[in-house]
Nanobody, 121 residues
């Protein structure tokens, strides 16, 4: 069994910062790409940022220069440092990871439960 647990969301003023975390646990053999998505009320879930296990990163244009994704491979944890937050960044943020388990030697996509980010003006 594999579990992803998102944390770190909360209420922050516009221009402020938050750091989201997502820890993977369970019978993990290997982790591939890890990503963050956001979903605002009434909208589709959207990809925000991604990182390979080797540390190659990519971002949606709207967060470039403000958000930073990083992975701690020893802790099986992905982070999203969010700076200069804007009202439009408010959403539920989900992590997603491609994980190979001990029992099943192929990658499957797992999701965290989501963490709420609220930005006040």
């Amino acid at each position: 069994q594999v579990q992803l647990v998102d944390s770190g969301g909360g209420l922050v003023q516009r221009g402020g910062s938050l750091r989201l975390s997502c820890a993977a646990s369970g019978s993990i053999f290997s982790i591939g790409d890890m990503d963050w998505y956001s979903q605002a009320p009434g909208k589709q879930r959207e990809w925000v940022a991604g990182s390979t296990s080797a540390g190659s990163t990519n971002y949606v244009d709207s967060v470039k220069g403000r958000f930073t994704i990083s992975i701690d491979n020893a802790k099986n944890t992905v982070y999203l440092q969010m700076n200069s937050l804007k009202s439009e960044d408010a959403a539920v943020y989900y992590c997603a990871a491609n994980i190979m388990t001990m029992a099943r030697r192929s990658y499957l996509l797992y999701w965290g439960q989501g963490t709420q980010v609220t930005v006040s003006s």
